[in-house]
């Protein structure tokens, strides 16, 4: 069961300058929305630390104290062509 379920897992590796979303994760008797948001971001990895564990900073430099497991993160995508977006919609 092991093997079947082993082919199908992606490793998630994540560079240095890598784009990144945080989940955010709700506090213990407060309620939350259907409508909030459940990502925050977007980060830049700083370093990939062992384990899954990623230091991050802000888009203005500034670092973030504590270190974030890859589980709770996913990458942010840009687009780079935003005129052919446009053109595809209309």
């Given at each position: 069961?092991?093997?079947?379920?082993?082919?199908?897992?992606?490793?998630?590796?994540?560079?240095?300058?890598?784009?990144?979303l945080?989940?955010?994760?709700?506090?213990?008797?407060?309620?939350?929305?259907k409508?909030?948001?459940?990502y925050?971001?977007?980060?830049?990895?700083?370093?990939?630390?062992?384990?899954?564990?990623?230091?991050?900073?802000?888009?203005?430099e500034?670092?973030?104290?504590?270190p974030?497991?890859?589980?709770s993160?996913?990458?942010?995508?840009?687009?780079?062509?935003?005129?052919?977006?446009k053109?595809?919609?209309?």
């Amino acid at each position: 069961m092991a093997k079947s379920y082993d082919k199908k897992v992606r490793p998630r590796e994540f560079q240095e300058g890598d784009l990144i979303l945080k989940e955010i994760l709700p506090l213990l008797g407060e309620d939350q929305s259907k409508w909030a948001p459940n990502y925050d971001g977007p980060y830049v990895v700083k370093k990939a630390l062992s384990g899954g564990a990623l230091l991050l900073s802000r888009m203005d430099e500034e670092d973030l104290v504590r270190p974030v497991n890859s589980n709770s993160v996913k990458k942010y995508y840009v687009v780079k062509n935003l005129f052919c977006v446009k053109r595809m919609i209309s």
